[in-house]
């Protein structure tokens, strides 16, 4: 029997930034029964140059980011397929971005587009009677189901904190536990000792944008030694990585063709020499856009160095576009993609994504954005992928509604935790030896 889709609502709630953010309730009917699915978009503060276009008011109501216009999209969208079968995803995201028309959904806005995207595709999970994490096997063929690792981030640096770090996220990765609880369990108990030493030492303990405390550190050393320091005194040395998020896109000078490090500009061959020193003397295990999304040339000569022992990340590089993605595979200039479901604005493109990355041998990491929600979909795609989530520090209820939601699925549905599964093959080189 044909799902077709009913009605839309769409209105705002507010994010984790005081911004709105904006939700859709999809109503679909099947066997003469209304099942409904809803999503709230999340909105990044890093943003890639080539994401998709959030559509935002630009007057004076919530200081510009209004989302009158996205809300008027989303009854556009309704009006114009009401009644329409929405059981195929991938024709039914196809029909939404014809209507848009352009390149970066400029016109209904990829904050729209997603909304309706994904409130179709939950709504049509609920009428199917399934988990949202079962449901996507339909879209990714993956039956495999684990619960993801957690890149925890603990420090915030960057866009996301007032303070004099230049790198964006310093996080811990419990990898080595046998479930996903323990390795919760651990991220916890280390955000608190990491709380405790740096209230002992006299640094601030406010938090930025993704719960990550915000100490006015100096240097990534700096952050790194602290975090080791916490994962030792909570007894778990050598069981829990460290993963950083460079953002390097915001610390580079177009002008000047360098990266602002530390008030002084430097090329990317000395920030490539930070990366080693960090490297030789942490645990780190992934390091996210270490290079602008347009240093394709520093990316390749990394990669090239250390893609059989760490993970390399592209978040701006690939921005979840099949495209950027494919040049990136190309090129090897990268091993892992970050997946954003906004970046893209569809939940099929975002699919697209994941299976070629699979395809070529890279990684998914699955992530949230720094204003977030409530909204966990997020911890049912990570499921479904098996890999990692990325989702802030296990503080702020934004982020935890992502821990907490894996939580249930463990305790409900009995799913194992892919723990050191995702790392393998970089175990040797990083954990016992640390021989780059």
């Known amino acids: 029997m044909n799902v077709v889709l009913k009605d839309l609502r769409a209105f705002w709630v507010l994010d984790s930034r005081a911004n709105p953010a904006l939700e859709v309730w999809a109503f679909v009917e099947k066997n003469g029964k209304v099942f409904n699915g809803s999503f709230i978009v999340p909105s990044g503060a890093s943003t890639g140059e080539f994401e998709a276009l959030e559509l935002r008011d630009s007057g004076k109501e919530f200081h510009g980011k209004g989302l009158n216009k996205a809300i008027q999209s989303v009854y556009y969208i309704r009006d114009h397929f009401f009644n329409t079968i929405v059981d195929d995803l991938f024709l039914f995201d196809k029909k939404l971005l014809d209507l848009d028309g352009t390149d970066n959904k400029s016109k209904l806005g990829a904050n729209a587009i997603l909304g309706v995207s994904m409130s179709v595709a939950k709504a049509l999970a609920n009428s199917f009677d399934m988990p949202f994490f079962k449901f ?71 938090v930025g944008d993704e719960g990550g405390f915000a100490p006015n550190f100096s240097t990534p050393f700096q952050a790194c030694e602290y975090i080791i320091k916490a994962i030792d005194d909570s007894g778990y040395n050598d069981r829990v990585l460290l993963a950083l998020d460079v953002a390097a896109s915001s610390m580079f000078d177009n002008s000047k063709n360098l990266y602002k490090y530390q008030d002084s500009f430097i090329s990317s061959d ?74 893209i604005g569809t939940l099929t493109e975002t699919i697209n994504a994941i299976n070629l990355a699979k395809e070529n041998g890279f990684s998914s990491i699955i992530s949230h954005r720094s204003g977030e929600t409530e909204d966990n979909t997020i911890s049912h795609i990570a499921t479904n992928v098996g890999y990692s989530i990325k989702t802030g520090a296990p503080a702020r209820s934004e982020r935890n509604s992502k821990y907490n939601e894996l939580r249930r699925i463990e305790e409900f549905y009995n799913i194992g935790f892919v723990g050191e599964r995702v790392l393998g093959k970089f175990y040797e080189d990083r954990v016992v030896s640390r021989n780059i």
């Open 136 to 206: 996507l096997t339909l879209l990714t063929g993956s039956k495999d189901y684990y619960l993801p690792v957690p890149f925890m981030n603990i420090i915030n640096g960057g866009v996301h904190a007032d303070n004099k770090l230049d790198f964006q996220e310093f996080m811990i990765c419990p990898v080595f536990f046998d479930s996903f609880s323990d390795a919760l369990k651990a991220g916890s108990e280390i955000y608190n000792s990491l709380k405790k030493i740096l209230k002992k030492e006299g640094y601030s303990i406010s």
């Open 270 to 343: 000395d920030l490539m020499k930070i990366y080693d020193d960090l490297l030789l003397k942490y645990p780190i295990i992934s390091i996210e856009d270490p290079f602008a999304e347009e240093d394709w040339d520093s990316w390749i000569k990394f990669t090239k160095k250390y893609g059989n022992k760490i993970n390399i990340v592209g978040d701006d590089l690939f921005v979840t576009n099949v495209q950027r993605l494919s040049k990136g595979i190309k090129l090897q200039a990268s091993n892992s993609i970050l997946i954003k479901l906004n970046q």
